[in-house]
């Protein structure tokens, strides 16, 4: 399974942007797909996850009133749109995807197999 991440940048506080992160090499029935962030000197955060086969989803607790995970199954695609953003969402955001039954682990970046290369998301003024 290869994931490209693409759609970071720099955006003021409050502002809006929507990451994209592109999954290929197998057929995604049974994974999750997720998005976590690692900010500098910090560990990596979980940010949201999707299961596949059904679109289930589930958010840090910081990020559920203001991010929101999408798919797109035609284009093997997940999202991330991001609103409302601050400063301390500033970070390099990961997709990364597991596979297999991680209901209880899902917010736990060890149980993730595959990580894409991270995009940089900055927001300052």
């Known amino acids: 399974v290869q994931l490209q991440a693409s759609g970071g940048g720099l955006v003021q506080p409050g502002a809006s942007l929507k990451l994209s992160c592109a999954v290929s090499g197998r057929t995604l029935h049974g994974y999750h797909v997720g998005w976590f962030r690692q900010a500098p000197g910090k560990a990596r955060e979980f940010v949201a996850t999707l299961k596949w086969s059904g679109g289930a989803t589930v958010y840090g607790d910081s990020m559920k009133d203001r991010f929101t995970i999408s798919r797109d199954i035609a284009k093997t695609t997940i999202y991330l749109q991001m609103n409302s953003l601050k400063a301390e969402d500033t970070a390099v955001y990961y997709c990364?995807?597991?596979?297999?039954?991680?209901?209880?682990?899902?917010?736990?970046?060890?149980?993730?197999?595959?990580w894409g290369q991270g995009t940089q998301v900055t927001v300052s003024s």
């Open positions: 990364a995807a597991a596979y297999g039954a991680i209901s209880t682990t899902r917010t736990r970046t060890d149980v993730y197999q595959y």
